[in-house]
């Protein structure tokens, strides 16, 4: 079955600085690869996905990348601020399979 | 906006009770999961349900079962509780389109003593 790794997993940066968080996947069929965040004491959320035949996307401060050879993806955070402390997760699917995810990256944003 | 509501946030059992985490949605979605998520371990798949009365086994079945007898409920069931069970178990519910975001509820924080 799917295989999601995920690094770092744990990320301290300098508040305006960037951050990226880094997938990757075993199952060349995953063709879906959410990135939910969950902030301490809630529940997680999509903050952004992106489909196999995207390469890349982007969401004001929030990219994602894709590239499907090496089977990894990347979450690129730009300017970060402190609300962007959080646990951030990875996942990948294939369509209509269930959703594997990371093991989780607690980012810190530091003043 | 997707509403999917877990019927207790805390809940302290004993070793070797039944216990059942209850869990509804209210968007009519066609799947259901449950993960438990543990420090260092993210969130691992325990069981998934495409359809009324139908399961599917996750990546960490064991000592789990679940039901789904309504579309708008999936509940998870410990037969006989143990300590490696004491964790923290999300629930989330998901549209069944092609590639459907998942949303997850408040979370349930199970002890077993």
């Known amino acids: 079955g799917e295989n999601v790794e995920q690094h770092p997993s744990t990320l301290s940066v300098q508040e305006g600085d960037s951050a990226v968080i880094k997938c990757t996947y075993s199952d060349s069929a995953s063709n879906y690869f959410p990135w939910y965040k969950q902030e301490l004491g809630k529940r997680p959320q999509l903050i952004i996905d992106?489909?196999?035949?995207?390469g890349e996307k982007k969401d004001q401060r929030i990219a994602v990348t894709l590239n499907k050879t090496a089977k990894h993806f990347s979450l690129h955070i730009t300017e970060t601020q402190p609300e962007d402390s959080a646990v951030y997760f990875c996942a990948a699917s294939i369509w209509g399979d269930k959703i594997i995810f990371g093991k989780g990256t607690r980012l810190h944003i530091l003043p | 906006d997707v509403k999917v509501t877990q019927s207790s946030r805390y809940l302290v059992k004993r070793t070797g009770e039944k216990v059942f985490l209850e869990c509804v949605q209210d968007m009519d979605h066609e799947n259901m999961f449950w993960y438990r998520q543990d420090p260092g371990l993210g969130l691992r798949l325990i069981y998934f349900s495409y359809d009324v009365k139908m399961k599917e086994k996750g990546d960490i079945p064991e000592g789990y079962s679940v039901s789904r007898e309504k579309k708008e409920r999936f509940s998870l069931i410990l037969e006989s509780a143990s300590t490696n069970q004491t964790s923290m178990y999300l629930c989330a519910s998901e549209r069944g389109t092609t590639n459907s975001p998942l949303h997850f509820g408040n979370g349930t924080r199970l002890t077993v003593t």
């Open positions: 992106i489909r196999s035949n995207v």
